[in-house]
């Protein structure tokens, strides 16, 4: 491996194809450049037309149905593939649902106040949600559980 993290079949590669774009007067390449000399493809950076039509048609919110967080949203790829940037593929969800679902084996649990109000989610395993659902019931059955 050298400094751009390409191995020795890629460098050969890249030897012998010659460049096919042009890299500016004083400037050294990038991996992007060698990536696409090579024609590996590289994430492209979402379009910013495309991240406003995104961000107007959730309205500045979470899409995560039932979640208005308006704070820390990002930008997540609904088939996992980053340089399909269509309007289709992209959702604006907050970092806790980005998370959960970026791991498939992890749930988002949302505490709620008597009103119904969220004021706490977090992303839990499988396992770790059966126990704290036990624990919950347990706390329901018995009021004075865990005093």
Do not use: Q
């Amino acid at each position: 491996m050298n400094d751009f993290g390409l191995n020795k079949r890629d460098l050969k590669r890249l030897s012998k194809k010659s460049l096919k774009f042009v890299i500016p007067r004083g400037t050294l390449p990038t991996k992007r450049d060698y990536n696409k000399a090579i024609g590996i493809k590289a994430r492209e950076p979402i379009p910013t037309k495309v991240k406003h039509k995104v961000k107007n048609r959730a309205k500045s919110k979470c899409e995560w149905k039932g979640c208005k967080e308006t704070k820390y949203l990002d930008f997540h790829h609904k088939d996992m593939v980053n340089y399909n940037n269509k309007l289709t593929n992209i959702m604006f969800v907050c970092s806790t649902h980005h998370r959960a679902m970026h791991d498939k084996y992890k749930k988002v649990i949302t505490k709620r106040d008597d009103f119904g109000r969220a004021f706490e989610t977090k992303v839990m395993s499988k396992k770790a949600l059966k126990k704290y659902k036990e624990e919950k019931k347990k706390a329901f059955l018995d009021p004075l559980y865990g005093r």
